[in-house]
């Protein structure tokens, strides 16, 4: 089994910063993938940040410029910079990661959320 974990959120000031974390652990093979995906309430959720294992990222439009993922392969580890932080910033946020437990077997794992709230 593999297990998503994610830690670092909590009440911030509007233009405050917080680091998100996020760990995998279990039957790992490698992580091709992994990320951040946030859902508001009443809104769907949407994309965050994603990194691959070479280090290709992907920002959704409302992190670039304002937030910095970056992973630790060895540790099987995540880390989600924010900065600049916005009140539509608030949301739950999801860690997902795309995990081969073997080579030819691979999977999409979430984690349970870590909330977010940005206000004065």
């Known amino acids: 089994q593999v297990q998503v974990v994610e830690s670092g959120g909590g009440l911030v000031q509007p233009g405050g910063s917080l680091n998100l974390s996020c760990a995998v652990s279990?039957?790992?093979?490698?992580?091709?993938?992994i990320g951040w995906f946030r859902q508001a309430p009443g809104k769907q959720r949407e994309l965050v940040a994603l990194i691959t294992s070479t280090g290709t990222t992907n920002y959704g439009a409302s992190a670039k410029g304002r937030f910095t993922i970056s992973r630790d392969n060895a540790k099987n580890t995540t880390a989600l910079q924010m900065n600049l932080l916005k009140p539509e910033d608030t949301a739950v946020y999801y860690c997902n990661a795309q995990i081969r437990t073997t080579p030819s077997h691979t999977s999409w794992s979430w984690g349970q959320g870590t909330q977010v709230t940005v206000s004065s």
């Open positions: 279990g039957r790992i093979f490698s992580i091709p993938s």
